[in-house]
T-cell receptor, first 112, second 114 residues
Framework: DQQVKQNSPSLSVQEGRISILNCDYT??????FLWYKKYPAEGPTFLIS?????DKNEDGRFTVFLNKSAKHLSLHIVPSQPGDSAVYFC???????????FGKGTRLSVIA | KAGVTQTPRYLIKTRGQQVTLSCSPI?????VSWYQQTPGQGLQFLFE???????NKGNFPGRFSGRQFSNSRSEMNVSTLELGDSALYLC?????????????FGNGTRLTVT
C-alpha cells in the first residue's frame, strides 16, 4: 500500500515558467512533509519542508503548499531554470522518530 | 562540513554471495537510515539506527541487516544475494534533534547482482 503517491512520473516545463509538482498521501498521521531533489549519480538533496500546522512554506523560488483536508501537497518552482531538471521526491513522516516515507518521484525537465 | 560518505560507489556481485556496504554520517549526526532505490519504486526504507540501536525497520527480509558503531558509522549487509537486490542503496544521516528533521543523503552504492 503506497502511502505517498506522486502520480505524474514526468513533467516538462519551459524555462522561466512555473513548475508544479504534486503529491498525495493516504496516512492521516503524517505530520511532516519534505521535498527532495535528485540528480543522476547523486543522493537526494533536501529542498524544503512543511509541518501540518502550516499550509504554506516559501524558500526563494520554492514554495510548498499543504492541503490537509485533501491530503495533498504541491511544490511550486518559480521561475523554473534548466538546473532544476532533476527527479523530485515527496516524503512524509509522522510524529516521533518515524521513518520518512517517499513517493516514487517525478522527473522534471526544464526546457531552455 | 563533510557530507555523508558511502563506500564503495559501485559493486558487482553474483547470486548467493553476500555484501557489506559502509556509511559515514555527517559529524555529530547520531541517526543513520538506509534506503533502497530501484527503478520505478522510489526509495524504500530499510532500517534506521540511533546510538548503535536499531530504532526502525522496514519491510525487508532478514537477509538485510545492519549495525551502527560507537562513532555513528554504519554498515549494511545483504546475505545470499538475489538478482532483485540490484539497486542503489542510499544512506542518510540526521540530527534527529526535532521531529521532521531532514535526512542528509550520501551518493549511494550501486549494487549489481549477476
Amino acid at each position: 500500500d503506497q502511502q505517498v503517491k506522486q502520480n505524474s512520473p514526468s513533467l516538462s516545463v519551459q524555462e522561466g515558467r512555473i513548475s508544479i509538482l504534486n503529491c498525495d498521501y493516504t496516512n492521516s498521521m503524517f505530520d511532516y512533509f519534505l521535498w527532495y531533489k535528485k540528480y543522476p549519480a547523486e543522493g537526494p538533496t533536501f529542498l524544503i519542508s512543511i509541518s501540518s500546522i502550516k499550509d504554506k512554506n516559501e524558500d526563494g523560488r520554492f514554495t510548498v503548499f499543504l492541503n490537509k483536508s485533501a491530503k495533498h501537497l504541491s511544490l511550486h518552482i518559480v521561475p523554473s531554470q534548466p538546473g532544476d531538471s532533476a527527479v523530485y521526491f515527496c516524503a512524509a513522516s509522522g510524529r516521533g522518530n518515524t521513518p520518512l516515507v517517499f513517493g516514487k518521484g517525478t522527473r522534471l525537465s526544464v526546457i531552455a | 562540513k563533510a557530507g555523508v560518505t558511502q563506500t564503495p560507489r559501485y559493486l558487482i556481485k553474483t547470486r548467493g554471495q553476500q555484501v557489506t556496504l559502509s556509511c559515514s554520517p555527517i559529524s555529530g549526526h547520531r541517526s543513520v537510515s538506509w534506503y533502497q532505490q530501484t527503478p520505478g519504486q522510489g526509495l524504500q526504507f530499510l532500517f534506521e539506527y540511533f546510538s548503535e540501536t536499531q530504532r526502525n525497520k522496514g519491510n525487508f527480509p532478514g537477509r538485510f541487516s545492519g549495525r551502527q558503531f560507537s562513532n555513528s558509522r554504519s554498515e549494511m549487509n545483504v546475505s545470499t544475494l538475489e538478482l532483485g537486490d540490484s539497486a542503489l542503496y542510499l544512506c542518510a544521516s540526521s540530527l534527529r534533534s526535532a521531529e521532521g528533521s531532514p535526512l542528509h543523503f550520501g551518493n549511494g552504492t550501486r549494487l549489481t547482482v549477476t
